[in-house]
């Protein structure tokens, strides 16, 4: 596809992306990162499938926020969010950025949003935590050697080893912050999941036994590459670049191939917002209190 045709689409859905956010329709927003990514395959645009790919995060981050904090904390949070929106969109335009830059900006924007997603964690206990992202940093040391030394669990179609270092990694980084290595390695596990979540489905037979050399011979590499650059002092923004839209191209064809996975479709339970919860609890206390004295 001519790359100008491909980039003009591109931009179109970035500039979407910021208005479902000021309206709030962050499950639009989500659905826009995809589309940025799918988008990419036509052109094989590798700076614009990162952009979808932050889109897509920033889009989970605050329809998990949503429900979770104060209107007055969302207010903040939602500040956040316009002003890294303004600035990825400015470094979408810009043909010759470096491309860390828009790593930076994006572990920035994490790290600006972190006092709200970890906001259910009490503010004498923080004060125990305190920050120290070099934990961060020993605890990937030890997630990615994980991972490595324990790689052919991914034989098992119904392991969950991928989600389960991902929880890990995040509850950490919550708790006592991170480093921008920290917010590249986070994101390429999050991306190998994506792929592989496809992978299972589509090389698992009816019996339920997944192909171990398939598994060998597709993964494994990209594990041995996400140790080279969790272990690197000096990171090759370009090449983890390049390894994380392997894996989104990976991932987005596989889900023209088969669509949504079927077991992906059911909707999960919405988790109300603390102040819902306690108005609900006082609805139900003063029902039961009327029914008692009835």
């Given at each position: 596809?001519?790359?100008?045709?491909?980039?003009?689409?591109?931009?179109?859905?970035m500039?979407?992306?910021?208005?479902?956010?000021?309206?709030?329709?962050?499950?639009?927003?989500?659905?826009?990162?995809?589309?940025?990514?799918?988008?990419?395959?036509?052109?094989?645009?590798?700076?614009?499938?990162?952009?979808?790919f932050?889109?897509?995060?920033?889009?989970?981050?605050?329809?998990?926020?949503?429900?979770?904090?104060?209107?007055?904390?969302?207010l903040?949070?939602?500040?956040?969010?316009e002003?890294?929106?303004?600035?990825?969109?400015?470094?979408?335009?810009?043909?010759?950025?470096?491309?860390?830059?828009?790593?930076a900006?994006?572990?920035e924007?994490?790290?600006?949003?972190?006092?709200?997603?970890?906001?259910?964690?009490?503010?004498?206990?923080k004060?125990?935590?305190?920050?120290?992202?070099?934990?961060?940093?020993?605890?990937?040391y030890?997630?990615?050697?994980?991972?490595?030394?324990?790689?052919?669990?991914?034989?098992?179609?119904?392991?969950?080893?991928?989600?389960?270092?991902?929880?890990?990694f995040?509850?950490?980084?919550?708790?006592?912050?991170?480093?921008?290595?920290?917010?590249?390695?986070?994101?390429?596990?999050?991306?190998l999941?994506?792929?592989?979540?496809?992978?299972?489905?589509q090389?698992?037979?009816?019996?339920?036994?997944?192909?171990?050399?398939?598994?060998?011979?597709?993964?494994?590499?990209?594990?041995?590459?996400?140790?080279?650059?969790?272990s690197?002092?000096?990171?090759?923004?370009?090449?983890?670049?390049h390894?994380?839209?392997?894996?989104?191209?990976?991932?987005?064809?596989?889900?023209?191939?088969?669509a949504?996975?079927?077991?992906?479709?059911?909707?999960?339970p919405?988790?109300?917002?603390?102040e819902?919860?306690?108005?609900?609890?006082?609805?139900i206390?003063?029902?039961?209190?009327?029914?008692v004295?009835?």
């Amino acid at each position: 596809m001519n790359r100008d045709l491909n980039v003009e689409m591109c931009t179109k859905n970035m500039k979407v992306a910021a208005l479902s956010f000021k309206m709030e329709d962050f499950q639009l927003m989500n659905v826009i990162g995809n589309r940025i990514m799918s988008d990419c395959l036509f052109g094989d645009n590798e700076n614009f499938a990162l952009f979808g790919f932050f889109i897509k995060q920033m889009a989970l981050d605050y329809l998990n926020l949503k429900p979770r904090i104060t209107q007055s904390d969302f207010l903040g949070a939602k500040l956040i969010g316009e002003d890294y929106l303004g600035i990825l969109l400015s470094s979408s335009q810009d043909i010759s950025i470096d491309i860390a830059k828009p790593w930076a900006d994006y572990h920035e924007f994490n790290i600006r949003i972190r006092q709200y997603s970890a906001s259910d964690i009490d503010k004498s206990i923080k004060e125990i935590y305190g920050d120290n992202a070099n934990i961060t940093e020993n605890v990937r040391y030890w997630l990615i050697d994980f991972l490595v030394k324990d790689r052919e669990i991914l034989y098992d179609s119904k392991n969950n080893f991928l989600k389960g270092l991902i929880d890990e990694f995040q509850r950490v980084g919550l708790t006592y912050n991170y480093t921008v290595i920290d917010t590249v390695i986070f994101s390429c596990l999050i991306a190998l999941d994506r792929y592989y979540e496809y992978f299972v489905f589509q090389y698992t037979a009816g019996n339920g036994v997944l192909d171990t050399e398939k598994v060998k011979t597709t993964f494994f590499p990209y594990i041995d590459k996400v140790k080279q650059f969790s272990s690197s002092r000096e990171l090759d923004y370009r090449e983890v670049t390049h390894l994380l839209w392997q894996l989104i191209k990976s991932w987005r064809e596989s889900f023209i191939h088969y669509a949504e996975l079927p077991y992906k479709t059911v909707q999960k339970p919405v988790e109300l917002s603390k102040e819902a919860k306690k108005k609900l609890s006082e609805a139900i206390s003063k029902a039961l209190q009327k029914e008692v004295k009835s």
